[in-house]
């Protein structure tokens, strides 16, 4: 019974990695459907950059939380609010609903995985953990590579929102085999909200209350509001926009009343004053401080027109903010009792280095799950999303495959010689891509740079974490792994904002002598040599993407060989994931 | 004002060309009649803001997916055209003015004078003309049938009424050039006589399968000023 647990716990921890990643395919069917054009790439970045947000700011607390209200509430809250983000995202009628919804995604994914570890450890005696941890973390690694032809398979059958909708009956699903099993396993603590009691009925009430009218809101069916008398429902009381409606005005006031129902009676529904005292616990100020200053980088980005400039008037307000939320936050994690980083965890420099080259690996990384399927989508598969799937799944099978001879080569050679070699190769596979044309996908030649760039970020897996392990402390093995995945998935938050944006300025700013339509179709204002020349200047920007991650690889590969030197790894024993806990 | 001198003219001259046609509302006007008024509200008004919106265009196509602006009877244009060119789409900024459309091409910094004909869209301003733009549709259609009541409008706050008609394609091709046969339409007028809301469903691109347009009208009596780039 705890195996049957452990793997659902499991599967969530894979879904939630797949979902990551399930939208690159989708993505511009997403943007078509709230209005971004293709060439405004950076304007539907934080529908990638808002799950990694979300699911960021979760990962660190959520292990104290785990601790203090136990694995499978956690397990179930997530699961919960994972379906939750989902729904939101199905029935999203803008970017903010779509990125809103995105996010509250990523919160419950955050949050399985270190609970998921967790259960591991209380499930096994310490010296049986490895293989277990190790499954866990594979399968965490296989999500991601199933996601993209996860969200292709769906594509091809149905439309992007079809997705969301299987995302939200997997989460309830899962979360509700969670509960049962926890139950029938009969530890008390699991099942402290047992099945004889009866739910809190006013609660229950408001939650109906609030899912009819936020549907309402959402969907606005036309038949309704075509309707002479409860169109009315639709009509704003005050402004205009959705939420001053009727329908929007009572979604708030039972979101409302359903919260105060919550936080006051005996027996809540969901018990918010637990999960807050919790989080509270758990640093919930440097998570916030963390998750402020991401989201001030992802909208500062956001909000830029590359054709003018890098940051508008607004997105400098946003990165001033994210600078303040920055400052604060270090100024919080070295006057916190019980900080989000204990003090002086990662104060050696191939400690703290593992965390940079993690960052600037991620960076590199999103360039290519993003920009890979979306080049495919703009010149050779523009009808197929699965045969754009395939052309990144070269790459991700690579993957897997680098991570086993990086782990291999880990034992005999310096962690900071490995990681250097891997970054290089993933820089020369980007710098390969950023020259491939139109046709370049109808060769078996464009296979060698995805494998290459595949195979040169697997091996740079197992070192980082070695170097990180060897040089902090047992007691903080857990955390300091966690902040290796951490770091690489805020990497991969500002690299999918920064490259996207900066990739697109520096082509604006080249550009800017492209000829006028008439001197290259004699005269005329449209031709196919031009309609060719226009779709070789779409796929510029993805080609300077490329060229980014190029960079950021290289960065990485020098800061490896700089920082990493002399972490003692070639005695440790360890797996090509983060497979340690406390 | 302009609303009201509209409604107005518009009576006054339904109350001198007499109404024949079958079934008269509450106010003795026939479908027609009312399609007539909506025409005349639209050439008279100073200024518009229109939107077009496509259902989903055939693939392919190198069309119109969007269109977004104000237009004049000047005629002028200035708006946005979302346009899909070689599978993907691209925001085209779009002002046109004396017969001349100057669009910012994508990717191409800076305006340029362009033949909209090419991209399988009308020149917006064109839109705006009286005898060969988007109003003529209105009054084309045959078998001009009254529907029901419906909410509609900017903040689902107005209450329209639907008439369906079918409209032959030549007049269609005011509006987007290619289309062919006959297209059922549903025009939506508010009780000013200010038309609301125009779907046309058939097959605007030839070889493609029928689809769907729907133009939206707001802001009638506007004064806005449209200048060349």
């Known amino acids: 019974m705890n195996r049957l647990l452990l793997s659902l716990a499991a ?43 979300g699911y960021v700011a979760m990962l660190p607390m959520i292990g104290r939380i785990a601790d203090l209200r136990g694995r499978v509430p956690v397990l179930v809250a997530a699961l ?83 997705i969301f909708a299987l995302n939200l009956a997997v989460g309830l699903v899962l979360a509700a085999a969670i509960r049962v099993a926890a139950i029938r396993v009969g530890g008390r603590a699991a099942s402290e909200a047992s099945v004889s009691r009866p739910p809190d009925l006013v609660g229950v009430a408001l939650l109906l209350v609030v899912l009819a009218a936020g549907g309402l809101t959402f969907l606005q069916p036309p038949p309704l509001m075509r309707d002479l008398t409860w169109g009315q429902l639709f009509i ?21 009343a359903f919260l105060a129902r919550c936080l006051t009676t005996a027996r809540p529904l969901v018990d918010l004053r637990g999960w807050v005292g919790a989080a509270r616990e758990a640093d919930l100020a440097g998570s916030l401080l963390l998750g402020l200053a991401l989201a001030g980088i992802v909208l500062a980005f956001a909000t830029a027109d590359p054709r003018v400039q890098v940051f508008s008037d607004q997105g400098l307000w946003y990165l001033l903010g994210a600078a303040v939320a920055t400052a604060a936050l270090l100024v919080h994690l070295r006057r916190a009792s019980d900080p989000l980083v204990p003090r002086g965890a990662l104060r050696r420099t191939p400690a703290w280095g593992s965390v940079l080259v993690s960052f600037f690996v991620g960076a590199a990384l999103i360039a290519a799950l993003v920009d ?5 989508r703009t010149t050779t598969y523009p009808d197929s999303q699965l045969l754009a799937a395939l052309v990144l799944v070269r790459f991700l099978v ?40 139109l046709a370049a996908l109808e060769s078996w030649t464009a296979t060698l740079p995805l494998v290459i760039g595949g195979l040169g970020f697997g091996l740079a897996l197992a070192p980082v974490n070695a170097a990180v392990l060897a040089t902090t402390d047992a007691a903080v093995h857990g955390l300091a792994s966690a902040f290796v995945v951490v770091a690489r998935m805020v990497g991969m938050l500002v690299g999918i904002s920064a490259l996207t944006t900066l990739g697109l300025r520096q082509y604006y700013a080249e550009q800017a002598d492209l000829p006028r339509v008439q001197d290259v179709c004699d005269g005329a204002s449209r031709c196919d040599r031009f309609t060719l020349l226009l779709r070789e200047a779409g796929i510029a920007q993805e080609q300077v993407v490329f060229l980014g991650a190029a960079g950021c690889a290289v960065v990485a590969a020098v800061l490896a060989v700089v920082l990493l030197r002399g972490a003692p790894t070639r005695s440790a024993n360890v797996g090509p994931w983060p497979t340690s806990t406390t | 004002m302009m609303r009201a001198l509209g409604v107005l003219t518009s009576s006054v001259l339904l109350a001198v060309t007499g109404c024949t046609a079958d079934s008269p509302d509450d106010d003795g006007r026939t ?3 009312v399609l007539a008024a909506a025409k005349q ?53 779009v002002v046109a003015l004396d017969g001349v459309v100057h669009a910012q091409v994508p990717l191409v910094p800076g305006w340029q004078e362009v033949d909209p004909d090419e991209y399988g869209a009308p020149d917006p301003a064109q839109l705006m003309s009286t005898d060969a733009g988007f109003s003529s549709i209105v009054t084309a259609g045959e078998d001009v049938a009254e529907g029901e009541s419906v909410r509609g409008g900017d903040d689902n706050s107005e209450v329209l009424t639907e ?65 060349a780039p």
Not at chain 1, 238 to 243: F, K, T
Not at chain 1, 372 to 376: C, E, K, W
Request: hydrophobic share 50%; aromatic share 8%.
């Open chain 1, 372 to 376: 890979i399927p979306v080049f495919a």
């Open chain 1, 398 to 437: 690579a993957l897997p495959v680098g991570a086993v001879v990086g782990g291999w080569l880990t034992r005999s050679l310096p962690a900071g010689v490995v990681t250097a070699a891997g970054m290089v190769l993933a820089a020369a596979g980007f710098v390969w891509m950023s020259t491939w044309g």
């Open chain 1, 80 to 162: 919960v609010l994972f379906a939750l983000g989902s729904l939101v995202t199905t029935v999203a009628y803008d970017l903010p609903s779509m990125v809103g919804g995105r996010f509250l995604q990523g919160v419950g994914g955050g949050a399985l995985v270190p609970a998921t570890l967790a259960l591991v450890a209380d499930l096994y005696p310490a010296e049986r953990r490895g293989v277990p941890l190790g499954v866990v973390s594979a399968v965490q690694e296989i999500g991601s590579v199933l996601g993209p032809l996860l969200g292709a398979v769906v594509l091809s059958v149905a439309d992007w929102r079809a």
């Open chain 1, 11 to 53: 599967v969530a921890v894979a879904f939630a990695a797949a979902d990551t990643y399930v939208v690159v395919l989708a993505l511009p069917d997403m943007m078509a459907s709230v209005g971004i054009p293709i060439d405004q790439l950076q304007r539907a970045a934080p529908i990638v950059s808002g799950f990694l947000l």
């Open chain 2, 41 to 93: 509200t639209l050439d008279e008004t100073s200024g518009v803001r229109l939107t077009l919106t496509a259902d989903e265009l055939p693939s392919g196509v190198t069309g119109v997916t969007r269109a977004e602006g104000v237009g004049t009877h000047a005629p002028a244009f200035d708006g946005t055209l979302t346009v899909v060119l070689g599978g993907a789409s691209f925001d085209v900024p």
């Open chain 2, 31 to 33: 479908p027609d009649d």
């Open chain 2, 163 to 227: 008439y369906t008609a079918t409209v032959p394609g030549d007049v269609v091709g005011n509006v987007i050039p290619s289309a062919e046969g006959d297209f059922d339409a549903t025009f939506t007028v508010t009780d000013d006589d200010e038309l609301r809301e125009a779907v046309l469903t058939g097959v605007f691109y030839p070889g493609t399968e029928p689809m769907t347009y729907t133009i939206g009208l707001s802001d009638y009596g506007s004064e806005p000023t449209i200048t």
């Open chain 1, 236 to 256: 704003p009381l005050v402004g205009d926009g959705r939420w001053t409606t009727a329908t929007g005005l009572v979604t708030l006031a039972a979101v409302v």
